[in-house]
């Protein structure tokens, strides 16, 4: 699931940035280190700086760096444990390995139900009726959420 929260970060400036411009470098410094990362204290995927809401005055240190405080909004990626979503069947690992891409994140699911078809590049089901290949949406169940070096998750299909 998609969230919009707001979050904190101290973000040095070294001194050759300083001047009318600076807000706009320390924007680029605060995307540049928090884009795409995992934040443990919420186990989520920032996604993207929305708004920096708050700037603390800078507080000059003994190098000549200056540190400032911000409170910013961010668009993040949040999973649960138990949680069902729609996920796009990425890739394909015969004979029982499935991976879903679910936004930034990837779902781990271990096929043992479904058959792999080389013919049909995808796993069917024993009656053959339904066909799972790369492009595929279906449902996924989390079983585990990632933790702060993987952005994998794992999951189960969700029997109809």
Not at 66 to 73: G, I, N, R, T
Request: with cysteine; aromatic share 10%.
């Amino acid at each position: 699931m998609f969230y919009k929260v707001m979050l904190k970060k101290s973000v040095w400036v070294a001194p050759e940035h300083f001047g009318p411009q600076i807000r706009d470098k320390i924007r680029s410094i605060l995307c540049e280190s928090v884009e795409g990362q995992h934040d443990v204290d919420l186990n989520c995927f920032i996604l993207a700086v929305l708004d920096i809401k708050k700037f603390s005055t800078g507080k000059l240190q003994d190098i000549g760096d200056a540190v400032y405080q911000l409170e910013y909004d961010a668009l993040v990626q949040q999973h649960f444990k138990g949680e069902v979503v729609d996920a796009i069947v990425g890739r394909i690992s015969p004979p029982h390995s499935v991976y879903f891409r679910l936004g930034a994140l990837q779902v781990y699911v271990r096929v043992t139900e479904w058959k792999y078809d080389a013919d049909a590049k995808g796993f069917v089901t024993a009656s053959g009726v339904s066909i799972m290949k790369v492009g595929t949406i279906t449902q996924v169940r989390i079983l585990q959420t990632p933790d702060a070096t993987s952005r994998q998750l794992i999951g189960e299909l969700v029997k109809k």
